[in-house]
């Protein structure tokens, strides 16, 4: 059996016994504990991103984390004081940080404006047959396609009601007519 000749640098998957591991090994020749993957979760809080940091003179590696908005320290593991604290997104909407003093909402189905605040009343496409809707107060207004009419847009419009084939017979389809 052939032995396979030493690398020069730590290459993880490419030996069957460091597919396991192999987050867990660090350095050019696999020497060090990876700072960042040594306990059985992660070291960074809150979403935080675990770098390695080598320092020269020092021959262990150490770690750094890199905060999301919203948290600082060491691991992450303390809160900002940001725009998203005081809850200004209404009816279920999500608050993601822009800046520490801003904001925007996600808002839930149903829901729109800055806040949240509207009812989105097309937001169950009340409007059929391909028409446009808007929300109008407290209530929703269909632009309908061509071919069609009504409140919701259901109804077919009678094309041929104008008598549009001169010297044909007319036939109204859905939507349109030959």
Excluded at 31 to 40: A, R
């Amino acid at each position: 059996m052939k032995l396979p000749r030493p690398r020069k640098s730590c290459i993880p998957n490419q030996d069957v016994q460091l597919r396991v591991v192999h987050r867990s090994l660090w350095g050019e020749y696999c020497q060090h504990l990876n700072p960042c993957h040594t306990g059985p979760g992660p070291r960074c809080q809150n979403g935080g991103s675990c770098q390695v940091r080598v320092s020269e003179g020092v021959s262990a590696p150490s770690f750094t984390c890199l905060c999301p908005l919203g948290f600082s320290a060491s691991l992450c593991e303390i809160p900002i004081a940001n725009s998203c604290d005081r809850r200004p997104c209404l009816n279920g909407g999500t608050c993601s940080l822009k800046s520490l003093d801003t904001y925007q909402c996600s808002c839930a189905p149903g829901y729109t404006g800055k806040h949240c605040e509207k009812q989105d009343h097309c937001a169950s496409q009340p409007c059929r047959n391909g028409a446009e809707c808007t929300s109008v107060g407290d209530s929703y207004k269909c632009t309908c396609a061509p071919g069609f009419t009504g409140v919701a847009c259901k109804d077919d419009k009678d094309e041929c009601k104008h008598k549009p084939c001169r010297h044909g017979k007319c036939h109204n389809t859905h939507g349109s007519y030959t």
